[in-house]
């Protein structure tokens, strides 16, 4: 089966454009097209499928497993509207004039897909969604976890979890604190979770100059990209340890079944992202406690230097929220922060749904 990254690595010039079809059909047919597309993907290093979207180019390709006729090409292309906006340069675009409570054919899907592969956090501006559209969209990406705090669950809708500092009847409705220091989500579980994807329903009203509530995205691929060859080849060597305990202060209190549920787990401290190969940095400082091997005075220095380097603002997206957004990332290849910068007189609540992963390699 071809993959958009080993298409471009099996050309030298020109560019290719292929059905954005990758995951489920073998291409055996391509469309060249020089120009604004080579140009995109020699500048900004984007996939070829990425690089005709940014150029607006739209490509025919035949199939073994399923052949369109003329006509039937033409359909199909029509149907592919979908247009980016780069947000920031290692992470990050905005998709556009995609309306989330509406069916998605299949052909806008893996557009979607494959520009959520590449840009790792994707931002859907004005979306107006019930519960059922939220679960529905989110299941086009994988099966979706129950989170272990259950008392934090969306009625009816296990699959959604409430973050809010809304209080009602005396009790917290959702996670007050969720995402305040620097994490990828369950990182602490043997099969974390591909990608999160969070639903503003009410945040913090804005200042004139200001917004409450940002959350911050870097990439840990970029930044496995900026280490010198020697770090990289020794990071490739290490184990980390990973427990939703670390800090047992800034947590929902677990009852012993709960915490059954979430035993400590040991993930490679670079890890492989799934779909486009890249190493990425699989070390946060919410869920690592330490590195196998090490002892503890080094184990921590470790931690600490690799943190500090992914958190570097050159590998960052810091995204503004706005009422109806919805944005997802990918939880291999980025860690996030929610800067709390808002009292509770501030009310925020976010819906969230988790798509399983694949076992850490």
């Known amino acids: 089966m071809w993959r958009t990254r080993s298409c471009a690595r099996r050309l030298e010039t020109g560019s290719v454009c292929i059905s954005p079809t990758y995951n489920e059909l073998e291409i055996d047919e391509f469309t060249m097209i020089s120009g604004a597309t080579y140009h995109l993907q020699r500048q900004y290093g984007l996939s070829p499928v990425l690089a005709c979207h940014e150029a607006g180019i739209f490509v025919r390709g035949s199939t073994r497993k399923d052949r369109h006729s003329h006509d039937d090409r033409l359909q199909a292309e029509e149907k592919i509207t979908m247009k980016l906006h780069k947000l920031a340069s290692p992470l990050g675009s905005e998709i556009l004039d995609i309306d ?164 400590e787990v040991i993930h490679p401290v670079i890890r492989t992202h799934p779909v486009t190969g890249r190493k990425c940095i699989y070390v946060n400082e919410s869920f690592t406690t330490e590195i196998v091997g090490l002892g503890k005075e080094e184990s921590d220095a470790l931690i600490l230097q690799l943190c500090e380097h992914c958190q570097s603002e050159q590998f960052m997206y810091r995204h503004k929220w706005r009422v109806g957004d919805v944005l997802m990332w990918d939880n291999c290849s980025t860690q996030h922060l929610a800067v709390a910068d808002y009292g509770p007189e501030q009310a925020r609540l976010m819906n969230r749904t988790t798509v399983r992963g694949t076992a850490v390699f």
């Open 100 to 263: 989330l409570s509406r069916p998605i054919d299949d052909a806008t899907f893996r557009q979607i897909d494959d520009a959520f592969s590449e840009r790792s956090v994707l931002v859907f501006r004005d979306q107006v969604m019930t519960p059922a559209q939220h679960v529905e969209f989110s299941r086009r990406f994988g099966g979706l976890e129950i989170h272990v705090l259950k008392q934090y669950l969306l009625a009816d809708f296990p699959e959604i979890l409430l973050i809010s500092n809304v209080v009602e009847n005396g009790k917290p409705v959702g996670i007050a604190d969720a995402g305040q220091q620097w994490h990828t989500d369950l990182s602490y579980v043997e099969i974390p979770s591909r990608c999160s994807i969070l639903y503003a329903k009410q945040i913090p009203e804005p200042g004139p100059d200001k917004t409450y509530g940002d959350t911050c995205f870097v990439s840990t691929a970029a930044a496995y990209d900026a280490l010198d060859p020697e770090m990289q080849k020794y990071l490739g060597t290490l184990k980390a340890r990973h427990s939703y305990l670390k800090r047992p202060h800034v947590r929902a209190k677990l009852s012993e079944e709960q915490k059954k549920q979430v035993p």
